[in-house]
């Protein structure tokens, strides 16, 4: 599967380089989607101001706008932490948005097929291996939003365009 086209923000985005941690490529056994759980256009400064009052960086590997453009935020051999086996065993895509009573746009869920499906072959993962946080972790909040798993259901379409982008390659 090709790379999707992406948007390299590594460098730009506030971290403190020496706190990352560096994890082996092979430790990443699952995909993690998140949502940002606010409007889908709050600048990308903010969110990574927010993770910064708990963490050294950004949270996320990679970061989707509603428009379907892919940032990465983090390289994938370093995280903000081994503690929470999420962080140090997954890839960390956000959707920019708040999913509690919509789905993401087509571009965006588009976008994260792309990216995920691209991540799985590169990886050596499969589709049994994508998570929404709220399956690992029992947070306050429902990330990737409450459509993941219930009404829209968005969880299905996008392993539907992940398993199409994989039988297309």
Known sequence: VEPPPVVDKV???????????KRPLAEITEIVLHHTAVDANRPLAEIVAAHRERWPGIVYQFYILSDGTILQTEPLTETVSKEQPYLWHGVNICL??????????????????????WLLSTLHLTLQDIYGLSELVQIAYLSPGYQWLHDGKYKERLLALVSDRLQSS
């Open 11 to 21: 460098h730009e985005l506030a971290r403190d380089d020496a706190a990352m941690v």
């Open 96 to 117: 920019a948005g708040n999913f509690t009573l919509e789905i993401p746009p087509f571009p965006q869920l588009k976008a994260a097929a792309d990216l995920i499906a």
